[in-house]
């Protein structure tokens, strides 16, 4: 009789099969199949003094000191699985690739009595699926992407407009970057497979719909790099261009980029990453402009002499422009001209 049974990743997906992830906590928060419980075989600590054993002392000795540090906690790590099990109702285990974690932690638990599937292949198998999925998906994608300069909320706008349940994906949300030398403060970035992982999930969600509209990026968002794949499906969709005045932009960006919640210091930090673009005269002045705390005058001016001269260069030609006096009045355009987009694609 099969003691453990293994079951693949599309498989596992296709009848939303509860995940369980055995590595350690530290291997998990670093990326993980979303929607996962971590129920670690060891420590961090532990699993280096395994590796240590393994080095010096070979297979067998490494499995017998493995066993000798796991024993102890067995008991709690099944009773786990099997609080997950009782949840969710079927439930399969994985590690990195399939190995020795998985198929101890499947051992123990249908020895016991928890019944559990392994994850074939395990996590590494995943991204290869997701990575392939990102593919196939981003060929048959229709995107509509929105572009406009610093300050005209695009990410607000299409977070709220995705609220009403427009078919958008919030690249700098998954990210966890807005997109700018200022764009990282307050934020932490998710590791590049979590990322691929997270925007893998947004496109399956969103496969069969009409058409999905992100926000016009580059390749590059901090220091997460878009797949090629949706990179392509991006350079090749329809590009719609927001424009409003720059007092309404510099409004906008106070707002979004919380700027009063943090000290002067942590401006000038990201400031002096562009110091050389500047030209020292004009770091000199928005220096100054920091240090007194005008940030709204700060930000005119890093808007008419670094964002927009940067934007002008970069931005692909558009294939349709909305023109606006306020927020609210281009968020409305917008999503007039979206819902038009998907009458008219139906």
Known sequence: MELVKEITVEEALKRKVALVDVRTREEF????IPGAYNVPLFTKEEKEKVSKVYYEKGEK????YALELVGPKLHRIVRSI????EKEGATAVYCWRGGLRSLAVATICNLTGVFVFRLQGGYRAFRQY??????????????????????????????????EG??????????GHRGSVFGG???????????DALLWQELERLKNAPFVVVEGESKKIGNLHLPDPFWKAME???KLLITLPLQERVKISM??????RFQPEVYLKALKRIEKILGNEKYREIAKLIQERNYPEAVKELMVNYYDKLYSRSIPETDSVIEASNYEEAKERLKNYLLSLGKTQR
């Open 185 to 195: 403060i307050g934020l932490k970035q998710p590791t590049q497979k979590m990322f």
């Open 61 to 64: 000795a490494a499995r017998l």
């Open 166 to 175: 427009l078919p958008i994906i919030d690249l700098e949300g998954l990210a």
């Open 236 to 238: 090749r969709g329809h």
């Open 29 to 32: 928060e670093q990326f993980r």
């Open 255 to 260: 707002e979004d980029y919380m700027v009063n």
């Open 82 to 85: 099997k609080e997950i099990k």
């Open 130 to 163: 997701i990575l392939r999925r990102i593919e196939e998906i981003s060929k048959e994608l229709n995107l509509v992407v929105v572009y406009g300069p610093t300050g005209v909320g695009k990410t607000r706008m299409l977070r709220e407009l995705q609220a």
